[in-house]
């Protein structure tokens, strides 16, 4: 049986979201634009949904735009506020996800000038070196993650939204790793946009939102549609959007004991890695997703340690799921001043709900019996 602690890449499919879901995968098979009846009850499916997930983050219902996932959301912030004005200039911490990152070095290709915003060794947005920027003329938009994915460090947005009190730049931030871990308040952290994905708090894959305050201006990036708001064309994917609201529903309700739990393991987890000789722990000192642990074990390869847990059944991952394949090291330590051959050797740990102590202390044994066999792999390669 697979040892599964990637729940940052996604988290399995809770039972309960699968029986909400089931209904509109067997049966009711209506297009949510119809008039008659299955339509109605499409459509009345979708609307609970929105409900479900503006009550996970405190948002509006009508803020809520549904769309594929995090990544179509991030595209539809960046380029969706592009196309409403001339281009001007754009700041975005160091340690975005490539969904954000990408998009703005599309945007810097079409006269957009973008900005990197540095962070502390923890991975925490630098105050200081936000405030240099807001003194740039013509800033439009900002964006700062809630959580990281890698590190799992959690920025002060209430500090950064007091920072740009004088600023007209609007602010948008990816909390796709940060809802059903933490409490997320869209109106209290006073941002413009945020983005959501459902598969990260256990709800199907191809379902994400992009919640947006009413005043923002953004333009479609798919035409063909009158779909949400106008700002997402194409038959809305009713069972996916259905279980994502199912998912924020039990998400919001289940999460002070959840977080507690996995924070609980996560200490746990330390401590027995504490313990081990060579490993290093990244973020320690930031405030942190109570889930998440990036290491690095002194001269063991990344990737290499990855492929050998994954021999034994047990899953963990090299960083962003959405960056693999490469070789580089984590551009998240890098902009933490972290040594990069220290780097290339990180492997996260995302802890989930149902993640126990017993797995704990699975990982914590395979992982010295690994690291022990490739370092007496490594002695015996260097003596020929």
Not at 22 to 48: E, F, K, M, T, W
Not at 144 to 158: K, P, S, V, Y
Not at 169 to 183: C, I, N, R, T, Y
Not at 315 to 327: D, E, L, Q
Request: net charge negative; hydrophobic share 40%.
């Amino acid at each position: 049986m697979t040892l599964y602690l990637d729940h940052n890449a996604t988290t399995p499919l809770d039972e309960r979201v699968l029986e909400a879901m089931l209904p509109y995968l067997r049966g009711s098979c209506g297009n949510p634009s119809s008039r008659h009846l299955q339509g109605r009850l499409a459509r009345s499916a979708i609307d609970q949904a929105r409900e479900q997930v503006a009550a996970l983050v405190n948002a509006h219902p009508g803020q809520v735009i549904f769309t594929s996932g995090g990544t179509e959301a991030n595209n539809l912030a960046f380029k969706g506020m592009a196309e409403r004005c001339s281009p001007g200039r754009i700041a975005v911490s160091a340690v975005e996800h490539p969904s954000v990152l990408e998009p703005a070095e599309r945007l810097a290709r079409h006269d957009w000038q973008i900005d990197s915003i540095g962070v502390d060794s923890d991975g925490r947005l630098r105050l200081e070196a936000l405030e240099r920027l807001l003194h740039q003329a013509d800033l439009k938009l900002i964006s700062i993650m809630l959580a990281n994915n890698e590190t799992g460090t959690i920025q002060d947005l209430n500090s950064i939204k007091e920072t740009m009190a004088e600023c007209g730049a609007l602010l948008h931030s990816d909390a796709v790793q940060a809802v059903g871990k933490m409490e997320v308040d869209f109106r209290r952290l006073g941002v413009d946009l945020m983005t959501l994905s459902s598969h990260k708090i256990y709800g199907p894959k191809g379902a994400g939102a992009l919640i947006a305050d009413r005043s923002v201006g953004l333009e479609a990036q798919m035409d063909g549609g009158g779909q949400e708001r106008g700002l997402r064309a194409g038959t809305e994917n009713v069972a996916a959007i259905v279980g994502f609201g199912r998912a924020a529903e039990l998400a919001l309700s289940e999460l002070q004991a959840n977080s507690t739990h996995m924070l609980e393991l996560r200490n746990y987890l330390e401590s027995k890695l504490a313990e081990m000789s060579g490993v290093v722990c990244f973020a320690q000192q930031a405030e942190r997703l109570p889930n998440t642990l990036f290491m690095s074990v002194a001269g063991v390869d990344g990737e290499m340690l990855l492929m050998q847990m994954d021999r034994h059944d047990t899953a963990i991952s090299s960083g962003s799921a959405c960056a693999s394949g490469k070789t580089e090291p984590s551009h998240v330590l890098v902009a933490m001043g972290v040594d990069k051959g220290l780097a290339r050797g990180a492997v996260r740990i995302s802890l989930g709900k149902n993640s126990s102590r017993e797995d704990v202390d699975s990982f914590c044994r395979l992982l010295a019996k690994v690291t022990d066999e490739m370092a007496q792999m490594g002695a015996m390669m260097a003596n020929g």
